[in-house]
């Protein structure tokens, strides 16, 4: 396939990148190699998802399989689904938080869980021949739209009624998170002030990843709504970004660290968080008595598994094994909703403990990363390299602390730099000394 499949399934600009044949092999080659029986088939509010389910539908049933179409649905509610009706694997038809040109699938085990390296490797493979595989039995599309409505009173019955009604503002991206989060909220209690809640295939509000800049409206809506707690959506909503009643996009450390507080973890236990995570989450977990280990971005639910680990996250996003083994925004923005009407002083006592700085800067650079290693290293020798980490990517940790990290996309033409710092002028001038090693490696 011209789009690999990799850490998030595939993706690509639809018709350019990613065509509706090269999902059907890969639909096709998972329900083949994975062996007959029911798959979870979920998609989002793209226009292109619903042609794309359809070819998934087409794929799963030509080699005798039945098709479970749980209709359009935020993928953690997909996940769910199939870990719920015991699907051998599910397959969530979205881009995520791509802009609206792309299309893009995930693949999920009978867990509920995105699939191990080994897995996308035994697949990969089998992409690689080029046999079509037919079978002499049909399998069937069948309906099965009941799954968001049990989804929805499963999370309401785990967190149970909000003991203080909060104000709560809901951006949700135009996405499938529409039809789930803002339904959840307000079934807990709370007064839910829903926003970007039409689901559209074009995105008319904003671009559906939700960073600082591209929400940069809503942000400026929240002190006027007098909200106590704001949530943003991608368009999937497995991402989930916090910003408090002044309208301040909070870090992404910020999100983790009051999950790790709302699920009151046992002592001993292993947190996994990825490469890129901020220290304050390392450290807060450790204050918490557990034990963090470090992963590869979009493979912390592989380790959490392996190590039977009690907590997972990356930035923005959450994983409670206690719930599922999925990266869920919605369960999330549950639980911190929670958290902050049992008590609420926590979210700016989280915030004002932060000391760590985070800058996360996304270039349009296809890199040699032998090349940009080396640009790197010599860029960097000035600030003392303490330590350097090939986990995800390449990063550099300092003397004081403070760290870079390159990593280019999996799904995209693009390097991610991730920087941290406790000084914001340190910071400033790693972000930019790392920036011109990505141009200079081009």
């Not at 789930?180 to 559906?208: C, Y």
């Not at 996003?317 to 902050?340: Q, R, Y």
Request: glycine share 8%; with cysteine; aromatic share 6%.
């Amino acid at each position: 396939m011209a789009n690999t499949f990799g850490t998030a399934g595939v993706r690509g600009v639809f018709n350019e990148t990613q065509s509706p044949e090269q999902v059907y092999r890969l639909a096709e080659t998972v329900a083949f190699a994975s062996g007959r029986g029911a798959y979870g088939v979920g998609w989002d509010g793209r226009k292109v998802s619903a042609l794309l389910a359809r070819t998934v539908f087409s794929a799963v049933t030509a080699v005798g399989s039945d098709a479970c179409a749980f209709g359009m649905v935020p993928t953690p509610v997909l996940a769910f689904g199939t870990r719920g009706r015991g699907c051998i694997n599910g397959f969530s038809v979205t881009a995520s938080h791509n802009p609206a040109e792309f299309s893009g699938v995930k693949v999920f085990n009978a867990k509920g869980m995105e699939l191990p390296a080994s897995d996308e490797e035994r697949i990969g493979r089998a992409l690689a021949v080029d046999v079509m595989k037919p079978s002499g039995v049909f399998g069937r599309i069948v309906p099965d739209e009941r799954v968001l409505g049990e989804y929805v009173n499963a999370v309401v019955a785990r967190h149970g009624a909000a003991l203080r009604r909060l104000r709560i503002a809901v951006d949700c991206a135009n996405g499938a998170g529409a039809l789930a989060t803002p339904r959840i909220l307000k079934a807990l209690g709370h007064h839910v002030i829903p926003v970007n809640a039409q689901v559209s295939w074009r995105f008319p509000a904003r671009p559906p990843e939700p960073t600082a800049a591209n929400l940069a409206d809503f942000s400026r809506l929240v002190p006027e709504l007098k909200a106590d707690v704001a949530f943003a959506h991608d368009g999937d909503a497995d991402r989930l970004v916090v910003l408090d009643p002044l309208g301040r996009v909070l870090p992404d450390s910020v999100l983790t660290v009051l999950a790790l507080r709302a699920l009151n973890l046992p002592r001993g236990g292993v947190a996994v968080i990825s490469e890129n995570s901020s220290n304050a989450v390392a450290e807060e977990a450790e204050g918490l008595g557990l034990r963090v280990k470090r992963s590869r971005v979009g493979k912390t639910f592989a380790l959490l598994e392996a190590e039977q680990g009690v907590f997972a996250s990356e930035p923005s996003k959450i994983v409670d094994p206690s719930w599922g083994l999925w990266e869920d925004g919605i369960n999330a923005a549950a639980m911190i909703a929670t958290l902050i009407a049992s008590d609420m002083r926590v979210l700016r006592s989280v915030t004002e403990k932060t000391e760590w700085r985070y800058r996360q800067v996304s270039l349009d650079a296809a890199v040699s990363m032998p090349v940009l290693r080396a640009k790197a290293r010599e860029a960097f020798r000035k600030y003392r390299i303490k330590e350097e980490r090939e986990l995800d990517g390449l990063k550099l940790v300092l003397a004081d602390g403070a760290w870079v990290m390159f990593r280019p996309s999996g799904t995209e033409p693009k390097v991610r730099l991730y920087c941290e710092a406790k000084d914001v002028q340190h910071l400033e001038a790693i972000v930019s000394l790392a920036i011109q090693c990505v141009e200079s490696a081009k």
